[in-house]
């Protein structure tokens, strides 16, 4: 199961489809925050705190997922096999330091923020464990938090729909 049918093998293409998503996300979290964000994707030294740098020095990494409308759910990655080396290393949720975790849901134009803190205290205690989802050039093993669970623990601060880039409809969950 692909977390967006717009993925495939080539990590080209994925990268491509993530820097999109990041675009998009970047537009619609300057409205929400009223803060001036920094690509920092490419910077070495960022790389464990995402993608977005606020003016405040919070920073923000983007997740494209195409299945969050269906499932309800947020996925948190713990472990990735690359297909074409075969090599296992840690996921986002074992070895990132964001202030926020940001899923842009483009299929349904649905924009969530979390509290990424707050999501690392929670999702083991309320999350199961799956195995082997298909990430286009990856397989990735994880724990999936219900958006039930992240709303009651005061973990998503914010879900909002959009169109061509902009807010619509707001509903700020805190």
């Known amino acids: 199961m692909s977390t967006n049918r717009e993925y495939t093998e080539d990590f080209k293409n994925n990268v491509r489809v993530s820097l999109k998503a990041e675009n998009i996300a970047k537009e619609l979290l300057e409205q929400l925050t009223w803060d001036t964000l920094t690509s920092v994707r490419d910077l070495p030294e960022y790389f ?12 923000y990494d983007v997740k494209d997922d195409g299945v ?4 309800g759910n947020v996925f948190c990655e713990m472990k990735k096999r690359w297909k074409e080396s075969g090599k296992l290393t840690d996921g986002w949720m074992l ?29 083991r205690s309320y999350g ?6 298909d990430m286009g050039d990856n397989y990735t093993d994880g724990i999936v938090v219900s958006l039930d669970k992240c709303r009651k623990y005061d973990v998503l601060i914010d879900e909002s ?14």
């Open 128 to 133: 199961y464990w799956r195995n082997n989802v």
């Open 95 to 123: 070895n990132s330091h964001y202030d926020y975790l940001v899923i842009l849901d483009q299929i349904k134009k649905h924009i969530y923020l979390l509290d990424f803190p707050s999501l690392k205290k929670i999702y």
């Open 48 to 59: 464990h705190f995402g993608d977005l740098l606020g003016t405040d020095g919070k920073f």
């Open 68 to 71: 969050i409308h269906r499932s």
């Open 161 to 174: 729909e959009y169109k061509a880039n902009s807010l619509c409809t707001r509903q700020l969950v805190y």
